[in-house]
């Protein structure tokens, strides 16, 4: 079964900090793909990014870089100089399979409440 | 805004009773999921229905049921509702139903047993 581990219920920081927010996965598939959902306080879900488990390459899109290793079995999130409207609720979640068949689903982490103050 | 859309936004009921949640994938989504977020579960997923078909199934309770209908919105009915399903319903939808199509998803119903 798949499972997704974000150990960081709460996290706060000062603004302009840079904060790693922490994923770490289970899952018996070799193929699977990994995401990162933001919900920020109006409570919609946000999609930033989605990673497949052959490419390892880490990725950056302006202030936010994201760290996939599969060795570790982690797909870390980072924000650089952290500016108040990123706090949010930041999800990370895992899908397995390739089969167009059998359906898809999201398993989510347990979320980590970013807090960004002034 | 992703495009999908959820109606009602806020429902608030009695235990016992029944209700329908609607969702209206984005234009050109043939699949639609529905997940349920609560405090003491977090965001799990309940059901995907692919062109009106059932695909995947979640944890979904037996007094909860959906249907995909074929203009492609979805409807998900909860009977006999007790004080624990109160939650933040989401739907979402993709392209295709598969692993690797990004999850859209709407902003949600939030239902309140009272």
């Known amino acids: 079964a798949q499972k997704v581990t974000q150990a960081q219920t709460e996290i706060s920081v000062v603004e302009k900090e840079d904060v790693t927010l922490d994923c770490v996965y289970e899952?018996?598939?070799?193929?699977?793909?990994l995401f990162w959902y933001k919900q920020p306080p109006s409570g919609e879900l946000v999609f930033l990014i989605r990673r497949n488990s052959f490419d390892e390459q880490n990725e950056i899109s302006g202030r936010y870089s994201w760290n996939f290793q599969k060795s570790t079995s982690s797909f870390n999130f980072t924000i650089t100089a952290s500016q108040v409207v990123d706090s949010a609720v930041y999800f990370c979640?895992?899908?397995?399979?390739?089969?167009?068949?059998?359906?898809?689903?999201?398993?989510f982490g347990e979320g980590t409440q970013l807090t960004v103050n002034p | 805004d992703s495009g999908v859309t959820q109606t009602p936004k806020h429902l608030i009921t009695a235990t016992g009773q029944r209700v329908t949640l609607r969702c209206s994938p984005r234009s050109g989504d043939l699949s639609v999921y529905w997940y349920q977020q609560s405090l003491d579960q977090g965001l799990q997923f309940l059901i995907q229905?692919?062109?009106?078909?059932?695909?995947a199934k979640g944890n979904i309770l037996e007094r909860f049921s959906a249907q995909q209908f074929p203009d492609l919105h979805s409807e998900l009915n909860l009977s006999s509702l007790e004080l624990g399903d109160s939650a933040l319903y989401f739907c979402a939808s993709t392209t295709q139903g598969n692993s690797y199509n990004e999850q859209f998803f709407g902003p949600g119903t939030r239902l309140t047993v009272l």
């Open positions: 979640a895992l899908s397995e399979g390739t089969e167009e068949t059998s359906g898809s689903r999201l398993t």
């Open positions: 229905y692919y062109n009106g078909e059932e695909r």
């Open positions: 899952t018996r598939d070799t193929t699977y793909y």
